[in-house]
């Protein structure tokens, strides 16, 4: 199984702030990455597709990067909807796996 | 426009076995890839199941033994068993959708509202 950890795992920070979020996998994925965004109660929301497409309706201030085994999220200016987990997840090759999560918060 | 309505008990006994339905409304059904993922309390997403437009299907080797995922293309739905339930099966979980494309197939772009089965006597 692909293996993926995130960092951090938690991080606060004000609405305005530029967050970057680290995703790895534990061995090549090309860029067969997604991610989510879950608030508390409901369903993942899908964000980013192949690392770096944006899926349709999702606000361009989220942006994906990477290929292999390193992956990043950015949300240029946090905005206060924002608050919530995000997730990455691999779909090179089955079982698809999700990373642990990071949770952001508002500091 | 898709829409995903997840379905089944909300508790399940030790030992039996949990199945959840997930009907699809909106556009067309079969040219998609399906999948179940769960989440148990307080925890990150685990995906378990998967079925494509042709009937393939794949699962989660830490359940393999105890999962069967079915299609009824003809009534729009897909369906879930897991076998021998534990509290450790305790969880939320989701339908949800993926691409058209072979590549596109793990990435989930419309989901269930969830399902909270509880495994518990």
């Known amino acids: 199984d692909i293996q993926m950890t995130q960092s951090p795992s938690s991080l606060s920070a004000s609405v305005g702030d530029r967050v970057t979020i680290t995703c790895r996998a534990s061995q090549d994925v090309i860029t067969r990455l997604a991610w989510y965004q879950q608030k508390p109660g409901k369903a993942p929301k899908f964000l980013i597709y192949g690392a770096s497409s944006l899926q349709s309706g999702v606000p361009s201030r989220f942006s994906g990067s990477g290929s292999g085994t390193d992956f990043t999220l950015t949300i240029s200016s946090l905005q206060p909807e924002d608050f919530a987990t995000y997730y990455c997840?691999?779909?090179?090759?089955?079982?698809?796996?999700f990373g642990p999560g990071t949770k952001v918060d508002i500091k | 426009q898709v829409l995903l309505q997840d379905s089944g008990p909300r508790l399940v006994q030790p030992s039996e076995t949990l199945s959840l339905t997930c009907t699809v409304s909106g556009r067309s059904f079969s040219l998609y890839h399906w999948s179940w993922i769960r989440q148990a309390p307080g925890k990150g997403l685990e995906w378990i199941a998967y079925?494509?437009?042709?009937?393939?299907?794949e699962y989660n080797p830490s359940l393999n033994s105890r999962l069967t995922i079915s299609v009824d293309s003809s009534k729009r739905l897909f369906s879930l068993k897991l076998s021998s339930v534990t509290p450790a099966d305790t969880a939320v979980y989701y339908c949800?959708?993926?691409?058209?494309?072979?590549?596109?197939?793990?990435?989930?772009?419309?989901w269930g509202q969830g399902i909270l089965v509880t495994v518990s006597s």
């Open positions: 949800a959708k993926g691409g058209v494309s072979h590549y596109a197939r793990g990435y989930f772009d419309h």
């Open positions: 079925i494509s437009d042709s009937g393939i299907t």
């Open positions: 997840q691999q779909s090179y090759s089955f079982p698809f796996t």
